[in-house]
């Protein structure tokens, strides 16, 4: 049987000797939030309903708007910069939803197709109050739990089930509705099944501006902004960078130093990308020496971009300048990550690719550097070892290609991993193998202690055989050079982490 019956429009539906001829208005109000909640749960709205107006399908299109700019914002902790541009997208799925409830309650409706208007009405409404009550308890829910920090400590897998869960819904939820207008196993029924889903999907393919930015305090922007200023200036920043280059000095074995930090959204990158560096200048003689590839709206015209172009162009001139075959190339990656391998990137406007594994081990072998040391702080970042590994390799990771590292979220000063190695161990030796081997066990009390329940993240490290005599060369001439004057900052006393903490 049809589910028309239970959506026709009250005025289309059998009179009912046992009421008043007109249903009060709170009444029918009242109807159509009850059928709203049961379709939303998979179950057929129960009640004939009035038929929606314009006034009433445009305030209810207006509600699910609202509450998807409220979503939005709660899921920025501080102040947020309104981005009026995003209202000009995510569309596509509503006007499918018009089309399609035309669509079947027309052929629906024979032989009276002017009933299709009224009947097709009356579907979009349910669909769109069905939407209403998802945003509430999926949207919101997720927002206010994200806002609790409840989902600080959730392992990786759980909070991706929590955050496409409401997607999933919503699709399960308006093919049940749609479906249910046709006959099953018919033509028309294959037909919705087909445009709900292919709606869904290349809604998720187009891309979306978000309503909100968030707004670092004390600044005036928080989002790259593209005037001509900033792209003139990054079209020349790396090509400057890499010609300043110190040269190598024969018979030295010396360090150059590449950090790379491609998440614009989280200051804990920029900020790790920042203290690495310093510790490569300072503790391993690298002043002149290093490059910082950063995504980021305040050093957009002061750094070149983290991109996997500009990455590949850094090794490049750095493979120029040095001595391939006596140098040590020490490259930090920073982000999050994920169990493919991609390390991710984002600096909106621009889309930036995400970097790979494969991708950096051809770049290396391309530009001809023999000698690597290259350190992945990130999620998952051990699926980094079998590509980068070698007997002229050193591969460090902040964890295995199983587990999340931890420490970087919104309030985080440094990661667990770049604290603990750089800011701390790497103060005190300069041996990269013994300064892993102590934040180990470091990482794993912190880790504890902040109540980690997704498992140790269980940091990585390869040693190839042939990289270890210029390593010994570096830390030995390391060793007997005098203390470099003036100290390192800690991440901990940079006014810009006063209020940060370490767990995510």
Known sequence: MSELST?????????????????????????????????????????????????????????????????????????????????????????????????????????????????????????????????????????????????????????????????????????????????????????????????????????????????????????????????EAQSGLLARATAVLAPQRPGIVDLYAITFAPYADEEVFRRESAMVDAVMQQRFDARGRSLQLVNHAQTAEALPWATAQNLRRAIEGVAAVMDRDEDVLFIHLTSHGARGGELAASLWPLEVPAVTPVELRAWLDAAGVRYRVLSISACYAGSWIAPLAGDTSLVMTAADAEHTSYGCGRKSALTFFGRAMYDEALRETHSFERAHARARGVIERREREAGKDDG?????????????????????????????????????????????????
């Open 456 to 504: 140790y993240s269980n940091p990585q490290i390869s040693v190839g055989a042939a990289i270890r005599a210029p390593l010994a060369a570096l830390e030995q001439r390391l060793q007997a050079a005098p203390t470099p004057t003036g100290s390192l900052q800690s991440p901990t006393t940079d006014p810009d982490s006063q209020n940060a903490t370490a767990p995510r």
């Open 7 to 231: 959506i026709t429009p009250a005025s289309d539906a059998p009179a009912d000797t046992g009421s008043s001829p007109s249903t009060p208005r709170r009444g029918a109000l009242a109807a159509w939030w009850r059928a709203a909640w049961r379709s939303a749960v998979g179950l057929r709205p129960g009640e004939p309903l009035s038929q929606p107006g314009p006034v009433a399908i445009a305030l209810l299109m207006a509600t699910s708007l609202l509450l998807s700019l409220a979503t939005q914002r709660l899921m920025i902790d501080g102040p947020a910069t309104f981005n009026a541009p995003a209202l000009q997208s995510g569309w596509l799925s509503s006007l499918v939803s018009v089309w399609l409830c035309w669509l079947l309650t027309r052929r629906a409706s024979r032989p009276r197709p002017d009933a299709a208007i009224d009947r097709g009405a009356t579907l979009l409404g349910l669909l769109l109050a069905q939407s209403v009550v998802i945003l509430v308890v999926g949207g919101l829910g997720l927002a206010v739990l994200f806002r609790s920090g409840l989902l600080d400590h959730l392992p990786a897998g759980v909070l991706a089930v929590l955050w496409w869960a409401p997607w999933g819904w919503s699709w399960l939820v308006t093919l049940r509705l749609m479906q249910r207008q046709v006959p099953a196993r018919s033509a028309m029924a294959a037909l919705a099944a087909a445009v709900v889903t292919a709606a869904y999907v290349l809604d998720l393919q187009l891309p979306h501006d978000p309503f909100w930015y968030p707004a670092r305090e004390g600044a005036s922007e928080r989002y790259l902004r593209l005037t001509p200023q900033a792209i």
